[in-house]
């Protein structure tokens, strides 16, 4: 689950939704979306306050094209961060 964390937070980074998030990982990193949004809510729960801010800035206009998402998931698999070498990939 430290993966999935890791690249939600990269999702957020790129100012996506939860439902781009899932579809993403769903279709760049074969996580199913189920997966993605029981993560995505542990995280609300122990983050509300940004969670809270984060929705509030979202708008239409800030939504990523499938292109530039695509691309975006892409590079986050292929260069994996120094975090995710120290934890086993089955946690």
Known sequence: MVVVQHLIEKCLIFNMTKEECMEALS???NIEPVITSTVWKELEKENKEFFEAYAQSKSNDDRMSEEETS?????????????????????
């Open 71 to 91: 691309k975006m998931i892409q590079k986050m698999i292929s260069q994996p961060s120094e975090s995710s070498k120290d934890h086993d990939p089955d946690e």
């Open 27 to 29: 279709k760049h990193a």
